[in-house]
């Protein structure tokens, strides 16, 4: 495997730095820099600083393609994914910071495992059949193409938290769904084998901490890393659920 190629240009890493399981650690930025190759990431620089520089760098990945969602993260200002932004569209002076709203583990490195986890609890997003035993017939029946395409477009959801990180009502209310849940029950509202109905989704999610809770600043569309239609689904839903409240 060839090296990658050195551009000659520097750039400077401004890291936010703390470690919560030690007391004696305070929050401080700490600055790392090297040289940028041909198509560097955030993540390939991050490992580079980890293997040369500070190897007690806390930040996390698994699939290095967008696709885990592991390395979210506030990049200048703005969440993103570490191995989908080039140092050269950031830098040269790059700051990073942990995601906000989730629970710290040390570093860049926080916990939205078990946030998703409970919000998909709370709003059971899983297809609720009418029989509890499953129909593999049913489960494997053609769909209609369309419909099909406008399941899989909200299925692509990784659940990196960036849309909660930069969502205004989530640092006001922790039980917010956040548009991560709202997009969660447009997608099985869309589901024909899902045999919950409007007013289930009203018990859910209308209210403050659900749909109602949302300010419409739709600081969530704009940092999606897989650019779903947030804005687009929070609207179709709020709809929904003020027509079943009005009933």
């Known amino acids: 495997m060839s090296e990658p190629v050195a551009t000659g240009r520097k750039i400077r890493l401004h890291i936010l730095r703390c470690n919560p399981a030690d007391p004696a650690s305070v929050p401080h930025k700490q600055t790392f820099e090297l040289e940028q190759s ?138 917010f769904v956040g548009a991560v849940g709202i997009n969660k029950v447009a997608r099985f509202r869309l589901d024909p084998r899902e045999t919950r109905t409007d007013a289930d989704y009203y018990e859910l999610i209308g209210n403050d901490s659900g749909v109602f809770g949302c300010m419409s600043l739709l600081g969530c569309h704009d940092v999606c890393p897989k650019d779903l239609p947030l804005q687009e689904q929070i609207a179709f839903v709020r709809r929904k659920m003020v027509a079943e409240g009005m009933k």
Not at 81 to 110: H, M, N, Q, W, Y
Request: aromatic share 6%; glycine share 8%.
């Open 38 to 175: 041909e198509g560097m990431t955030l993540f390939i620089a991050l490992n580079e600083i980890r293997e040369k520089q500070d190897p007690s760098l806390q930040f996390d990945f698994v699939c290095r393609a967008g696709i885990c969602g592991s390395c979210g993260m506030v990049i200048n200002g703005r969440p993103g994914l570490a191995c989908r932004t080039l140092t050269k569209e950031v830098g040269p002076e790059i700051t990073l910071a942990p995601l906000p709203f989730f629970e710290l583990i040390g570093d860049l490195s926080v916990d939205t495992g078990t946030w998703m986890r409970g919000m998909s609890e709370r709003l059971e997003t899983w297809v609720h059949m009418k029989k509890d035993d499953v129909d593999f017939k049913r489960i494997e029946e053609p769909m209609d193409p369309d419909l099909a395409e406008k399941i899989y477009e909200l299925d692509r959801c990784i659940e990196c938290g960036c849309c909660v990180a930069a969502c205004g009502t989530a640092r006001m209310r922790e039980d």
